[in-house]
């Protein structure tokens, strides 16, 4: 399963946002820096309300939603390149994750320090970006001292010597390694070193209840920043959400209608992160289950069945295969077949999000 880990300075509310994510995770909320020292993990359901309707349809037994896997991983300081407030291990569990939820600061509270003294979200993400870029920085520059005897005699070293300079002036100056555009073959070169500001980002602004509906002036300074990285930026407040998590559903929507939105920013989130890992889904409905099957953006038919179990790749022979919206028009499986809505795939067809599919495999 993937993982995104939930990053940022201390006190910016990165734990309480991930008991909430988790709703019965045990990661501690504390106002003091480094509350967490390892790592908490927790596999939570993205929200899909697709699979109610499946279900209906095929009057299944049971809902199995796609699932992401999030990291709360503690607080990171200026010097922690360095090693500074415990940054190696911080460093180390980011470079384990394959997507970063980065929570910013964008609420004032006297009773919550700010490690900082005062609330600047730019300077709070120019803080984490530089260490994670010099954490880069010095990454990339062991691996060409590594190559630099090899390029004298193979082509192959020459070619990844100046690969990897490409990133030198760009961290250099403050930048990140997703700012420099790679080949597919040049990011399977580089994978090895898991550059950390390589990892695609999502900006959490994490802001106060009265200003979850509109939000305010400091997410709209995240805004720009976000932009040079083509990096979303979602509006949350952690605070909200640990509260919802002890409010039945009817209740939720009350508390949320009060504040003037319709869903707290914790279900777009997890559904921001998931697409920001490359994932999308399929079905598969029946009268047992239906249930979110995740796959990588662009997978085809029998690469999506190995998904289930690794011999349906293998003896993969056609997908009959659905659209969500065609199958939810006609209203029942037989009568999507009788308008011929429902396909016949084979092993080059790519997965599109929501198909609802039905794989045939040889015994």
């Known amino acids: 399963m993937l993982k995104a880990g939930i990053v940022g300075l201390p006190n910016v509310g990165k734990s309480t946002l991930f008991n909430a994510v988790v709703a019965n995770a045990k990661a501690t909320a504390a106002n003091f820096p480094f ?23 095929s009057s299944s037994a049971e809902i199995i939603p796609a699932r992401v896997e999030f990291v709360d991983i ?13 940054g190696n291990q911080f460093l180390a569990n980011i470079r384990e994750v394959d997507a970063i939820v ?11 320090i700010h490690v900082s003294g005062s609330i600047d979200p730019v300077r709070d993400i120019d803080v984490i ?34 690969l990897l300079q490409r990133f030198l002036p760009v961290l250099n100056e403050g930048g990140t390694a997703r700012q420099v555009e790679l080949t597919e073959d040049e990011e399977l070169v580089i994978k090895s070193l898991g550059l950390l500001t390589r990892k695609p980002i999502i900006y959490a602004t994490n ?16 805004r720009p920043v976000a932009a040079t990285e083509n990096a979303q930026v979602i509006v949350v407040s952690a605070q909200v959400e640990s509260e919802l998590i002890e409010l039945s559903e009817e ?5 949320l209608e009060a504040l003037g939105v319709e869903e707290g920013g914790l279900r777009s989130l997890i559904r921001a992160t998931y697409a920001l890992l490359g994932l999308q889904t399929y079905f598969t409905t029946g009268p047992k289950e239906t ?4 796959i990588r953006t662009g997978m085809v038919a029998p690469q999506a069945a190995g998904v289930i179990h690794s011999d349906f790749e293998q003896k993969f022979i056609r997908a009959e295969t659905v659209s969500y ?26 997965v599109t999000e929501g198909d609802v599919m039905l794989f045939h495999t040889s015994r």
Not at 129 to 158: G, M, P, Y
Not at 251 to 255: A, I, K
Request: hydrophobic share 40%; charged share 35%.
């Open 129 to 162: 970006n530089l260490e994670l870029a010099l954490a880069d920085l010095t990454q990339i520059e062991r691996r060409i001292e590594r190559v630099k005897k090899q390029a004298r005699t193979s082509k192959e070293a020459q070619a990844e010597m100046e």
């Open 35 to 57: 509350c967490t020292i390892e790592p908490n993990v927790g596999v939570v359901a993205v929200p899909d309300d697709r699979l109610q309707v499946l279900a209906d349809i």
């Open 251 to 255: 209740e939720q929507q009350d508390f």
């Open 74 to 86: 503690a607080g990171l300081v200026k010097g922690a390149s360095k090693g500074e407030g415990l």
């Open 102 to 112: 980065h929570v910013v600061r964008c609420f004032e509270d006297d009773d919550i």
């Open 325 to 350: 919206e065609d199958l939810v028009a006609a209203g029942d499986m037989g009568t999507a077949k009788a308008n011929g809505k429902v396909r016949s795939e084979g092993k080059d067809y790519i």
């Open 291 to 294: 249930r979110a099957w995740t």
């Open 207 to 222: 802001v106060s209840d009265e200003d979850l509906a509109t939000g305010n002036d400091w997410v709209e300074q995240v």
